[in-house]
Protein backbone atom coordinates (compact mmCIF):
# COMPACT_ATOMS: atom_id res chain seq x y z
CA UNK A 1 0.00 0.00 0.00
CA UNK A 2 1.56 3.18 -1.03
CA UNK A 3 1.88 5.84 1.92
CA UNK A 4 -0.27 8.98 1.84
CA UNK A 5 -0.95 12.39 4.16
CA UNK A 6 -4.22 13.16 4.82
CA UNK A 7 -5.92 15.85 6.49
CA UNK A 8 -8.73 15.67 9.17
CA UNK A 9 -10.49 18.50 10.95
CA UNK A 10 -11.72 17.21 13.94
CA UNK A 11 -13.50 18.96 17.75
CA UNK A 12 -11.73 17.56 20.73
CA UNK A 13 -12.52 18.80 24.67
CA UNK A 14 -9.44 19.52 26.34
CA UNK A 15 -9.25 20.63 29.75
CA UNK A 16 -6.74 23.23 30.41
CA UNK A 17 -4.75 23.17 33.88
CA UNK A 18 -6.63 26.12 35.16
CA UNK A 19 -10.09 24.08 34.87
CA UNK A 20 -8.79 21.20 35.45
CA UNK A 21 -7.69 22.98 38.75
CA UNK A 22 -10.78 24.57 39.13
CA UNK A 23 -12.88 21.54 39.26
CA UNK A 24 -10.32 19.52 42.04
CA UNK A 25 -10.86 22.08 44.03
CA UNK A 26 -14.80 22.87 44.15
CA UNK A 27 -14.80 18.66 45.26
CA UNK A 28 -12.12 19.22 47.98
CA UNK A 29 -13.83 19.89 51.69
CA UNK A 30 -12.77 22.59 53.93
CA UNK A 31 -9.92 20.82 55.29
CA UNK A 32 -9.07 19.27 51.59
CA UNK A 33 -8.87 23.04 50.32
CA UNK A 34 -6.29 24.04 53.26
CA UNK A 35 -4.21 21.43 52.40
CA UNK A 36 -3.76 22.00 49.25
CA UNK A 37 -3.27 25.73 49.65
CA UNK A 38 -0.90 24.73 52.08
CA UNK A 39 1.24 22.81 49.68
CA UNK A 40 0.93 25.57 47.16
CA UNK A 41 2.40 27.91 49.72
CA UNK A 42 5.16 25.90 50.42
CA UNK A 43 5.83 25.32 47.21
CA UNK A 44 5.43 28.13 45.55
CA UNK A 45 6.82 31.73 46.76
CA UNK A 46 4.87 34.18 44.87
CA UNK A 47 1.87 33.10 46.72
CA UNK A 48 1.55 33.88 50.31
CA UNK A 49 -1.08 34.69 53.15
CA UNK A 50 -2.64 37.96 54.14
CA UNK A 51 -2.02 38.08 57.34
CA UNK A 52 -3.27 41.74 57.16
CA UNK A 53 -0.34 43.17 58.67
CA UNK A 54 1.68 44.97 55.65
CA UNK A 55 -0.67 46.95 53.00
CA UNK A 56 -0.04 46.32 49.34
CA UNK A 57 0.73 42.71 47.84
CA UNK A 58 -1.30 41.01 45.32
CA UNK A 59 -5.17 40.54 45.16
CA UNK A 60 -6.28 39.20 47.97
CA UNK A 61 -9.71 37.15 48.86
CA UNK A 62 -12.27 39.19 50.85
CA UNK A 63 -15.37 38.55 52.40
CA UNK A 64 -18.04 40.59 51.16
CA UNK A 65 -21.00 42.27 53.07
CA UNK A 66 -23.46 40.08 50.51
CA UNK A 67 -21.39 37.14 51.75
CA UNK A 68 -19.73 36.50 48.06
CA UNK A 69 -15.63 36.21 47.38
CA UNK A 70 -14.06 39.64 46.30
CA UNK A 71 -10.44 40.36 45.46
CA UNK A 72 -9.70 43.51 47.45
CA UNK A 73 -7.21 45.61 45.44
CA UNK A 74 -3.52 45.94 46.39
CA UNK A 75 -3.57 49.52 46.08
CA UNK A 76 -5.87 50.85 48.77
CA UNK A 77 -6.77 47.88 50.11
CA UNK A 78 -10.22 47.99 49.96
CA UNK A 79 -12.56 46.11 47.52
CA UNK A 80 -14.77 48.54 45.45
CA UNK A 81 -18.10 48.90 46.29
CA UNK A 82 -17.49 48.26 49.81
CA UNK A 83 -17.91 49.45 53.40
CA UNK A 84 -14.45 50.28 55.08
CA UNK A 85 -14.56 48.90 58.19
CA UNK A 86 -14.15 50.84 61.70
CA UNK A 87 -10.22 50.35 62.49
CA UNK A 88 -9.37 49.47 66.50
CA UNK A 89 -7.47 51.97 68.25
CA UNK A 90 -4.03 51.48 69.70
CA UNK A 91 -5.37 48.97 72.60
CA UNK A 92 -7.34 46.93 69.42
CA UNK A 93 -9.13 44.25 71.70
CA UNK A 94 -8.49 45.91 74.56
CA UNK A 95 -10.20 48.99 74.27
CA UNK A 96 -12.68 49.50 77.48
CA UNK A 97 -15.53 47.64 77.26
CA UNK A 98 -14.11 45.49 74.77
CA UNK A 99 -13.77 42.02 75.13
CA UNK A 100 -10.32 40.93 76.97
CA UNK A 101 -10.38 44.60 78.71
CA UNK A 102 -6.88 45.30 80.48
CA UNK A 103 -8.72 45.70 83.53
CA UNK A 104 -8.41 42.06 83.69
CA UNK A 105 -5.66 40.29 84.89
CA UNK A 106 -2.55 39.99 82.47
CA UNK A 107 -0.97 37.23 84.16
CA UNK A 108 -4.09 34.66 84.67
CA UNK A 109 -3.29 31.47 82.97
CA UNK A 110 -5.81 29.52 81.11
CA UNK A 111 -7.34 26.68 82.52
CA UNK A 112 -6.16 23.41 80.92
CA UNK A 113 -8.25 20.61 81.26
CA UNK A 114 -6.87 17.77 82.75
CA UNK A 115 -5.81 14.79 80.23
CA UNK A 116 -8.50 11.86 81.61
CA UNK A 117 -6.68 8.27 82.50
CA UNK A 118 -7.16 5.87 80.07
CA UNK A 119 -8.44 2.57 81.14
CA UNK A 120 -5.36 0.77 81.10
CA UNK A 121 -3.69 3.71 83.59
CA UNK A 122 -6.93 3.61 85.84
CA UNK A 123 -6.38 -0.23 86.29
CA UNK A 124 -2.54 -0.69 86.10
CA UNK A 125 -3.42 2.10 88.77
CA UNK A 126 -5.34 -0.23 90.91
CA UNK A 127 -3.22 -3.49 90.39
CA UNK A 128 -0.14 -0.91 92.35
CA UNK A 129 -2.36 -0.84 95.53
CA UNK A 130 -2.69 -4.46 95.66
CA UNK A 131 -0.57 -6.37 98.23
CA UNK A 132 0.42 -9.16 95.67
CA UNK A 133 3.33 -11.04 94.64
CA UNK A 134 5.16 -9.75 91.92
CA UNK A 135 4.03 -12.74 89.79
CA UNK A 136 0.93 -12.52 90.52
CA UNK A 137 0.87 -8.73 89.08
CA UNK A 138 2.47 -9.32 86.28
CA UNK A 139 0.26 -11.93 85.50
CA UNK A 140 -3.02 -9.58 85.98
CA UNK A 141 -1.11 -6.83 84.16
CA UNK A 142 -0.89 -9.15 81.12
CA UNK A 143 -4.53 -9.28 81.30
CA UNK A 144 -5.25 -6.00 81.82
CA UNK A 145 -3.21 -5.79 78.50
CA UNK A 146 -5.09 -7.82 76.66
CA UNK A 147 -8.54 -6.14 77.36
CA UNK A 148 -10.34 -4.21 74.30
CA UNK A 149 -11.82 -0.45 74.40
CA UNK A 150 -14.82 -1.53 75.86
CA UNK A 151 -13.30 -3.56 79.01
CA UNK A 152 -13.96 -6.88 77.59
CA UNK A 153 -11.33 -9.85 77.73
CA UNK A 154 -11.85 -11.14 73.51
CA UNK A 155 -10.00 -13.58 73.92
CA UNK A 156 -10.49 -16.80 76.42
CA UNK A 157 -7.83 -17.72 79.03
CA UNK A 158 -6.41 -20.37 76.73
CA UNK A 159 -5.86 -18.44 73.99
CA UNK A 160 -3.83 -15.64 76.51
CA UNK A 161 -2.09 -18.37 77.28
CA UNK A 162 -1.10 -19.52 74.54
CA UNK A 163 0.64 -16.17 73.43
CA UNK A 164 3.15 -15.97 76.63
CA UNK A 165 6.79 -17.33 76.32
CA UNK A 166 7.21 -21.23 77.51
CA UNK A 167 9.57 -19.67 80.35
CA UNK A 168 6.57 -17.92 82.00
CA UNK A 169 5.17 -21.48 82.73
CA UNK A 170 1.81 -19.84 83.70
CA UNK A 171 -0.79 -22.70 84.90
CA UNK A 172 -4.40 -21.82 83.54
CA UNK A 173 -5.64 -21.78 87.34
CA UNK A 174 -3.22 -18.97 88.02
CA UNK A 175 -5.02 -17.16 85.31
CA UNK A 176 -8.19 -17.56 86.22
CA UNK A 177 -7.61 -16.44 89.77
CA UNK A 178 -5.54 -13.41 87.98
CA UNK A 179 -9.01 -13.05 86.52
CA UNK A 180 -10.81 -12.88 88.82
CA UNK A 181 -9.08 -10.15 90.92
CA UNK A 182 -9.54 -8.32 87.78
CA UNK A 183 -13.12 -8.50 87.59
CA UNK A 184 -13.43 -7.18 90.93
CA UNK A 185 -11.61 -3.72 89.77
CA UNK A 186 -13.16 -0.61 89.13
CA UNK A 187 -15.29 0.03 87.05
CA UNK A 188 -17.62 -2.86 87.78
CA UNK A 189 -18.05 -4.67 84.59
CA UNK A 190 -14.35 -4.79 83.74
CA UNK A 191 -13.11 -8.03 82.74
CA UNK A 192 -15.49 -9.84 81.34
CA UNK A 193 -15.90 -12.21 78.37
CA UNK A 194 -19.07 -11.48 77.08
CA UNK A 195 -22.36 -9.08 77.99
CA UNK A 196 -23.94 -11.94 80.33
CA UNK A 197 -20.70 -12.01 82.40
CA UNK A 198 -20.33 -8.40 82.37
CA UNK A 199 -23.78 -8.07 83.69
CA UNK A 200 -23.68 -10.22 86.42
CA UNK A 201 -20.72 -8.22 87.57
CA UNK A 202 -22.45 -5.23 87.85
CA UNK A 203 -25.10 -7.23 89.68
CA UNK A 204 -22.74 -8.77 92.09
CA UNK A 205 -21.18 -5.44 93.00
CA UNK A 206 -24.58 -4.12 94.43
CA UNK A 207 -25.58 -4.25 97.89
CA UNK A 208 -27.47 -7.37 98.47
CA UNK A 209 -30.82 -4.97 99.83
CA UNK A 210 -31.15 -3.20 95.92
CA UNK A 211 -34.74 -4.73 94.91
CA UNK A 212 -35.24 -6.47 92.53
CA UNK A 213 -31.25 -7.75 92.40
CA UNK A 214 -31.76 -11.47 93.25
CA UNK A 215 -34.67 -11.67 89.85
CA UNK A 216 -32.01 -9.71 87.68
CA UNK A 217 -29.45 -11.90 88.31
CA UNK A 218 -32.07 -14.70 87.49
CA UNK A 219 -33.00 -12.77 84.09
CA UNK A 220 -29.53 -11.82 83.20
CA UNK A 221 -27.74 -15.98 83.95
CA UNK A 222 -30.35 -17.49 81.93
CA UNK A 223 -33.05 -15.41 80.07
CA UNK A 224 -30.92 -12.44 78.62
CA UNK A 225 -32.24 -13.49 74.91
CA UNK A 226 -35.97 -13.59 76.47
CA UNK A 227 -35.37 -10.24 77.98
CA UNK A 228 -34.08 -8.71 74.31
CA UNK A 229 -37.02 -9.93 72.37
CA UNK A 230 -39.50 -8.26 75.29
CA UNK A 231 -41.56 -11.62 75.66
CA UNK A 232 -42.86 -10.53 79.00
CA UNK A 233 -45.61 -13.33 79.63
CA UNK A 234 -42.29 -15.84 79.84
CA UNK A 235 -40.41 -13.72 81.53
CA UNK A 236 -43.60 -13.02 84.07
CA UNK A 237 -43.82 -16.85 84.31
CA UNK A 238 -40.19 -17.55 84.96
CA UNK A 239 -40.13 -15.17 87.91
CA UNK A 240 -43.84 -15.55 89.09
CA UNK A 241 -44.26 -11.86 89.51
CA UNK A 242 -47.01 -9.03 88.52
CA UNK A 243 -45.88 -6.46 85.94
CA UNK A 244 -44.10 -3.76 88.71
CA UNK A 245 -41.74 -6.43 89.83
CA UNK A 246 -40.88 -6.75 86.18
CA UNK A 247 -40.62 -3.14 85.61
CA UNK A 248 -38.43 -3.06 88.49
CA UNK A 249 -36.38 -6.05 86.88
CA UNK A 250 -36.13 -4.42 83.72
CA UNK A 251 -35.06 -0.68 85.22
CA UNK A 252 -32.49 -2.60 86.96
CA UNK A 253 -30.54 -4.31 84.34
CA UNK A 254 -30.99 -1.71 81.60
CA UNK A 255 -29.61 0.66 84.14
CA UNK A 256 -26.10 -1.26 83.63
CA UNK A 257 -23.23 -0.68 81.44
CA UNK A 258 -22.73 -3.22 78.46
CA UNK A 259 -19.39 -1.10 77.95
CA UNK A 260 -17.81 -0.67 81.28
CA UNK A 261 -14.18 0.65 79.83
CA UNK A 262 -16.23 3.15 77.61
CA UNK A 263 -15.98 6.25 79.40
CA UNK A 264 -12.12 5.87 79.37
CA UNK A 265 -12.04 5.85 75.78
CA UNK A 266 -10.39 8.93 74.19
CA UNK A 267 -12.14 9.96 71.16
CA UNK A 268 -10.97 12.92 69.79
CA UNK A 269 -14.07 15.39 68.27
CA UNK A 270 -13.87 15.87 64.94
CA UNK A 271 -15.47 19.39 64.00
CA UNK A 272 -16.96 20.87 61.07
CA UNK A 273 -16.10 24.53 60.06
CA UNK A 274 -19.62 25.70 57.76
CA UNK A 275 -19.03 26.81 54.23
CA UNK A 276 -22.02 28.76 54.46
CA UNK A 277 -24.24 30.46 57.48
CA UNK A 278 -27.79 30.96 56.87
CA UNK A 279 -29.31 34.01 58.46
CA UNK A 280 -32.80 35.76 58.83
CA UNK A 281 -32.00 38.90 57.24
CA UNK A 282 -35.98 41.68 57.32
CA UNK A 283 -37.59 38.41 56.78
CA UNK A 284 -35.95 36.91 54.24
CA UNK A 285 -33.80 34.05 54.41
CA UNK A 286 -29.93 34.96 52.88
CA UNK A 287 -26.68 32.25 52.32
CA UNK A 288 -23.34 34.30 53.37
CA UNK A 289 -19.81 32.25 53.50
CA UNK A 290 -18.36 31.99 56.14
CA UNK A 291 -15.12 34.04 56.79
CA UNK A 292 -13.87 31.16 58.47
CA UNK A 293 -13.38 29.01 55.92
CA UNK A 294 -12.23 31.17 53.23
CA UNK A 295 -8.38 31.30 52.73
CA UNK A 296 -6.87 34.44 52.49
CA UNK A 297 -3.93 34.65 49.79
CA UNK A 298 -2.67 37.32 47.77
CA UNK A 299 0.66 37.59 45.50
CA UNK A 300 4.46 38.14 46.97
CA UNK A 301 4.67 42.14 46.53
CA UNK A 302 8.31 41.13 46.30
CA UNK A 303 8.82 38.78 43.75
CA UNK A 304 6.19 40.78 42.17
CA UNK A 305 8.25 43.70 41.85
CA UNK A 306 11.20 41.56 40.67
CA UNK A 307 9.09 40.16 37.83
CA UNK A 308 7.98 43.94 36.76
CA UNK A 309 11.30 44.84 36.59
CA UNK A 310 13.22 42.44 34.91
CA UNK A 311 11.82 40.15 32.18
CA UNK A 312 14.85 38.18 30.85
CA UNK A 313 14.96 34.73 29.94
CA UNK A 314 16.16 33.70 33.72
CA UNK A 315 13.01 34.49 35.65
CA UNK A 316 10.86 32.30 33.48
CA UNK A 317 10.54 29.84 36.49
CA UNK A 318 8.96 32.59 38.66
CA UNK A 319 6.73 34.25 35.91
CA UNK A 320 5.22 30.43 35.39
CA UNK A 321 4.98 30.85 39.43
CA UNK A 322 3.45 33.95 39.14
CA UNK A 323 0.91 32.92 36.74
CA UNK A 324 -0.05 29.82 38.94
CA UNK A 325 -0.16 31.66 42.00
CA UNK A 326 -2.94 34.38 40.18
CA UNK A 327 -4.85 31.08 38.73
CA UNK A 328 -4.95 29.26 42.32
CA UNK A 329 -6.59 32.96 43.65
CA UNK A 330 -9.06 33.13 40.74
CA UNK A 331 -10.20 29.52 41.68
CA UNK A 332 -10.57 29.47 45.12
CA UNK A 333 -12.59 32.79 44.41
CA UNK A 334 -14.43 30.94 41.68
CA UNK A 335 -15.01 27.83 44.21
CA UNK A 336 -16.80 29.95 47.11
CA UNK A 337 -18.86 31.98 44.46
CA UNK A 338 -20.36 28.90 43.34
CA UNK A 339 -20.85 27.50 46.85
CA UNK A 340 -22.81 30.53 47.90
CA UNK A 341 -24.64 30.66 44.54
CA UNK A 342 -25.51 26.91 45.08
CA UNK A 343 -26.36 27.66 49.22
CA UNK A 344 -28.66 30.51 48.58
CA UNK A 345 -30.74 28.19 45.83
CA UNK A 346 -31.05 25.83 47.68
CA UNK A 347 -32.53 28.19 50.48
CA UNK A 348 -34.55 29.84 48.15
CA UNK A 349 -36.19 26.05 47.65
CA UNK A 350 -36.47 24.85 50.94
CA UNK A 351 -38.00 28.02 52.80
CA UNK A 352 -40.28 26.26 54.49
CA UNK A 353 -37.83 23.73 56.48
CA UNK A 354 -35.82 26.36 57.89
CA UNK A 355 -39.25 28.35 58.75
CA UNK A 356 -40.89 24.86 59.95
CA UNK A 357 -38.65 22.15 60.31
CA UNK A 358 -37.52 18.52 58.23
CA UNK A 359 -41.73 17.89 57.65
CA UNK A 360 -42.00 20.80 55.90
CA UNK A 361 -38.84 19.74 53.55
CA UNK A 362 -39.71 19.73 49.84
CA UNK A 363 -38.75 17.03 47.02
CA UNK A 364 -35.25 18.80 45.58
CA UNK A 365 -33.04 16.95 43.02
CA UNK A 366 -29.42 17.98 41.79
CA UNK A 367 -30.98 18.91 38.01
CA UNK A 368 -33.30 21.63 39.43
CA UNK A 369 -30.67 23.70 41.32
CA UNK A 370 -28.22 23.36 37.42
CA UNK A 371 -30.69 24.58 35.52
CA UNK A 372 -31.72 26.99 37.81
CA UNK A 373 -27.71 28.73 38.00
CA UNK A 374 -26.79 27.59 34.50
CA UNK A 375 -24.43 25.03 35.97
CA UNK A 376 -24.18 21.77 35.29
CA UNK A 377 -25.45 18.84 37.34
CA UNK A 378 -22.46 17.39 38.09
CA UNK A 379 -20.79 20.70 39.18
CA UNK A 380 -23.85 21.30 41.74
CA UNK A 381 -23.06 17.51 42.72
CA UNK A 382 -19.71 18.55 43.58
CA UNK A 383 -20.52 21.83 45.62
CA UNK A 384 -22.79 19.65 47.37
CA UNK A 385 -20.07 17.31 48.63
CA UNK A 386 -18.58 17.81 52.16
CA UNK A 387 -19.83 21.25 52.34
CA UNK A 388 -21.29 22.31 55.17
CA UNK A 389 -24.64 24.71 55.71
CA UNK A 390 -25.05 26.13 59.52
CA UNK A 391 -28.86 27.13 60.10
CA UNK A 392 -30.57 27.79 63.18
CA UNK A 393 -31.43 24.62 63.28
CA UNK A 394 -28.11 22.65 63.12
CA UNK A 395 -25.30 22.03 61.10
CA UNK A 396 -26.41 20.09 57.68
CA UNK A 397 -24.29 18.83 54.68
CA UNK A 398 -25.98 20.58 51.66
CA UNK A 399 -26.98 17.27 50.36
CA UNK A 400 -29.06 17.07 53.26
CA UNK A 401 -31.33 19.30 51.27
CA UNK A 402 -31.94 16.56 48.27
CA UNK A 403 -33.61 13.79 48.52
CA UNK A 404 -36.42 11.28 46.46
CA UNK A 405 -40.16 12.28 46.81
CA UNK A 406 -43.06 10.75 46.97
CA UNK A 407 -46.19 11.00 45.65
CA UNK A 408 -49.71 12.40 47.24
CA UNK A 409 -53.57 11.74 47.21
CA UNK A 410 -53.44 15.62 45.60
CA UNK A 411 -50.75 14.45 42.50
CA UNK A 412 -47.92 16.74 44.26
CA UNK A 413 -45.09 15.19 45.76
CA UNK A 414 -43.54 14.84 49.40
CA UNK A 415 -39.70 14.68 50.34
CA UNK A 416 -38.22 11.52 51.80
CA UNK A 417 -37.00 13.61 54.76
CA UNK A 418 -40.50 14.95 55.47
CA UNK A 419 -41.81 11.46 55.30
CA UNK A 420 -39.05 10.16 58.18
CA UNK A 421 -39.55 13.36 60.23
CA UNK A 422 -43.44 12.20 60.10
CA UNK A 423 -42.36 9.02 61.57
CA UNK A 424 -40.30 9.87 64.23
CA UNK A 425 -43.10 11.96 65.34
CA UNK A 426 -45.89 9.53 65.11
CA UNK A 427 -43.33 6.64 66.96
CA UNK A 428 -42.44 9.12 69.82
CA UNK A 429 -46.23 9.95 70.72
CA UNK A 430 -47.63 6.72 70.13
CA UNK A 431 -48.16 4.35 73.43
CA UNK A 432 -45.14 2.22 74.69
CA UNK A 433 -47.88 -0.50 75.98
CA UNK A 434 -49.19 -1.13 72.20
CA UNK A 435 -46.56 0.53 70.14
CA UNK A 436 -47.77 1.04 65.95
CA UNK A 437 -46.73 -1.07 63.60
CA UNK A 438 -45.20 -0.32 59.90
CA UNK A 439 -48.93 -0.59 58.35
CA UNK A 440 -50.22 1.44 61.00
CA UNK A 441 -47.83 3.74 59.75
CA UNK A 442 -48.78 2.99 56.18
CA UNK A 443 -52.43 4.19 56.97
CA UNK A 444 -51.67 6.83 59.37
CA UNK A 445 -49.65 8.79 56.82
CA UNK A 446 -52.29 7.50 53.89
CA UNK A 447 -54.77 9.28 56.16
CA UNK A 448 -52.35 13.13 55.27
CA UNK A 449 -52.76 11.68 52.03
CA UNK A 450 -49.31 10.55 51.54
CA UNK A 451 -49.34 6.71 49.81
CA UNK A 452 -46.44 4.87 51.54
CA UNK A 453 -46.08 1.12 51.04
CA UNK A 454 -45.69 -0.37 54.54
CA UNK A 455 -42.29 -1.92 52.81
CA UNK A 456 -40.98 1.50 52.49
CA UNK A 457 -42.48 2.82 55.70
CA UNK A 458 -40.04 0.03 57.22
CA UNK A 459 -37.24 1.52 54.77
CA UNK A 460 -37.70 4.52 56.62
CA UNK A 461 -37.58 3.61 59.87
CA UNK A 462 -34.55 1.70 59.84
CA UNK A 463 -32.71 4.38 58.54
CA UNK A 464 -34.05 6.44 61.61
CA UNK A 465 -32.63 3.55 63.86
CA UNK A 466 -36.01 3.04 65.14
CA UNK A 467 -36.68 -0.28 66.71
CA UNK A 468 -39.43 -3.05 65.00
CA UNK A 469 -42.81 -2.63 66.96
CA UNK A 470 -42.20 -5.79 69.16
CA UNK A 471 -39.14 -4.44 70.29
CA UNK A 472 -40.48 -1.43 71.19
CA UNK A 473 -43.25 -2.33 73.15
CA UNK A 474 -42.73 -2.06 77.03
CA UNK A 475 -44.88 -2.63 80.48
Given at each position: ???S?Q????QQL??????Q?????????T?EL??E???F????P??E????E????G??L??GV?GGV??V??S???????V?Q???????W??E??F?SR??????A?Q?A???PS?????N??L??L??????????????D?L????Y?????????E??????E??P???S????H??NFD??GVG????R???L?Q?K??PE???H???A??IV???L????????GRL????RC??A???????L???L??????G????VA??V???VV????K????AS?N?E??P??R?N?????????????????L???????K??I?NVQQ???T???V???????????????EV??R??V?R????A???????????TT???M?????V?E?KY?????VA?E??G??S???IR?L?????S???S???????QL?????Q??IV?AR?TV????ESL?I????LR?TL
Amino acid sequence: MKPSLQLRLSQQLTLTPQLQQSIRLLQLSTLELNQEVERFLQENPLLERDEGEEEGGGPTLFTGVDGGVREVSPSNGQSEGEVPQPELGDGGWFEEGGFGSRDEEDNDAPQLAADEPSLREHLNWQLNLLQLPERDRKIIGLLIDALDDDGYLSQSLEEVAELLPPEFEIEPEELSIALRHLQNFDPPGVGARDLRECLLLQLKALPEDVPHRKEAMLIVEAHLETLASRDFGRLKKVLRCDDACLRGVQKLITGLNPRPGGGYSQDVARYVIPDVVVRKVKGVWLASLNPEAIPRLRINRMYAEILNRNRDASLAQLAGQLQEAKWLIKNVQQRFDTIRRVSQAIVDRQRRFFEHGEVAMRPLVLREIADALGLHESTVSRVTTQKFMMTPRGVFELKYFFGSHVATETGGACSATAIRALIRQLVSAEDSRSPLSDSQLSEILGQQGIVVARRTVAKYRESLQILPVNLRKTL
